[in-house]
C-alpha cells in the first residue's frame, strides 16, 4: 500500500523551529481572512537549531528540514535535510542572534509579497539541487543604499544560491538587476541562482541574505 499523499497549505507556508538551546518550538505560519483555518499541526519547513547529532527530525510532512549549527559538525543528513552555518566564526550568543536572523529572513521572503516574488517551491528546489546538503547562510548589510556591496560579495562563490534583498519601499528594480549582475558575475559557476527582492524593510540599509552551497 502507498503512503498517503501530504497535502501542504493551499496558501501559506508553515515553518517548524526547534531551538535545542532554549528548549523551545515554535510554529509560524499564516491565514488568509477568506480562508481561516488553521494549518497548525504540520509544516513545510522545519528549522532546527543546535540540535544533538542523533536527533532526527519528526514525520510531519516538512518538504526540507535545515539544521542551524554553530560548527560544521560531522551530522548524518537524512533525505531532504540540510546542515546550514554561518561563514564566520560565532561564539553562542552570536549564533543564536544569527540563526534567528537567519530564520526570520527566510519567513519573510516567503510569507511577505516581494518586488521579485519566490515561493516555499523555489526554496525547496534550490536546497535539492545542493549534492552536499552542507550551505551557508550569510547575511550583508548594505554600506550605501545605492551601491552593491561588492566586497561583502566577494567574500562567498556559491554552487547553488537562494538570495533574498531586504530594503525600504524606495527599492528599485535597477538595484535588484544591479545586485543580480553582480552576483552573476562573482559566482559564474552557480549551477541554481534565485534572487527575491522584499520592499518591506524597516532599517535605514537594505540587507541581503545568500543561502547556498559553496563552490570549492
Given at each position: 500500500m502507498s503512503p498517503p499523499e501530504i497535502k501542504h497549505s493551499m496558501y501559506w507556508p508553515r515553518l517548524s523551529v526547534m531551538d535545542f538551546v532554549t528548549l523551545k518550538e515554535s510554529m509560524q505560519t499564516s491565514f488568509s481572512a477568506e480562508y481561516p483555518v488553521s494549518a497548525l499541526g504540520l509544516s513545510d519547513l522545519n528549522f532546527v537549531i543546535n540540535a544533538p547529532l542523533d536527533y532526527r527530525p519528526p514525520a510531519n510532512g516538512a518538504?526540507?528540514?535545515?539544521?542551524?549549527?554553530?560548527?560544521?559538525?560531522a551530522r548524518v543528513l537524512p533525505e531532504n535535510t540540510y546542515q546550514v552555518?554561518?561563514?564566520?566564526?560565532l561564539n553562542a550568543c552570536e549564533f543564536i542572534s544569527w540563526s534567528e536572523q537567519a530564520i526570520d529572513m527566510i519567513r519573510l521572503a516567503l510569507m511577505h509579497n516581494g518586488v521579485v516574488g519566490i515561493d516555499l517551491m523555489d526554496l525547496v528546489n534550490s536546497l535539492r539541487n545542493s549534492a552536499s546538503r552542507?550551505?551557508?547562510?550569510?547575511?550583508?548589510?548594505?554600506?550605501?543604499?545605492l551601491e552593491v556591496p561588492w566586497k561583502a560579495l566577494q567574500q562567498c562563490r556559491f554552487k547553488t544560491l537562494f538570495a533574498s534583498l531586504f530594503a525600504g519601499p524606495d527599492l528599485s528594480l535597477r538595484s535588484y538587476s544591479a545586485l543580480g549582475c553582480a552576483l552573476e558575475e562573482l559566482n559564474p559557476n552557480v549551477d541554481d541562482l534565485k534572487l527575491a527582492a522584499t520592499a518591506s524593510h524597516?532599517?535605514?540599509l537594505p540587507v541581503l541574505m545568500l543561502l547556498g552551497e559553496l563552490e570549492i
Amino acid at each position: 500500500m502507498s503512503p498517503p499523499e501530504i497535502k501542504h497549505s493551499m496558501y501559506w507556508p508553515r515553518l517548524s523551529v526547534m531551538d535545542f538551546v532554549t528548549l523551545k518550538e515554535s510554529m509560524q505560519t499564516s491565514f488568509s481572512a477568506e480562508y481561516p483555518v488553521s494549518a497548525l499541526g504540520l509544516s513545510d519547513l522545519n528549522f532546527v537549531i543546535n540540535a544533538p547529532l542523533d536527533y532526527r527530525p519528526p514525520a510531519n510532512g516538512a518538504l526540507a528540514t535545515l539544521y542551524f549549527d554553530q560548527t560544521d559538525r560531522a551530522r548524518v543528513l537524512p533525505e531532504n535535510t540540510y546542515q546550514v552555518r554561518c561563514p564566520h566564526t560565532l561564539n553562542a550568543c552570536e549564533f543564536i542572534s544569527w540563526s534567528e536572523q537567519a530564520i526570520d529572513m527566510i519567513r519573510l521572503a516567503l510569507m511577505h509579497n516581494g518586488v521579485v516574488g519566490i515561493d516555499l517551491m523555489d526554496l525547496v528546489n534550490s536546497l535539492r539541487n545542493s549534492a552536499s546538503r552542507k550551505l551557508v547562510i550569510h547575511i550583508i548589510t548594505y554600506d550605501d543604499p545605492l551601491e552593491v556591496p561588492w566586497k561583502a560579495l566577494q567574500q562567498c562563490r556559491f554552487k547553488t544560491l537562494f538570495a533574498s534583498l531586504f530594503a525600504g519601499p524606495d527599492l528599485s528594480l535597477r538595484s535588484y538587476s544591479a545586485l543580480g549582475c553582480a552576483l552573476e558575475e562573482l559566482n559564474p559557476n552557480v549551477d541554481d541562482l534565485k534572487l527575491a527582492a522584499t520592499a518591506s524593510h524597516k532599517n535605514a540599509l537594505p540587507v541581503l541574505m545568500l543561502l547556498g552551497e559553496l563552490e570549492i
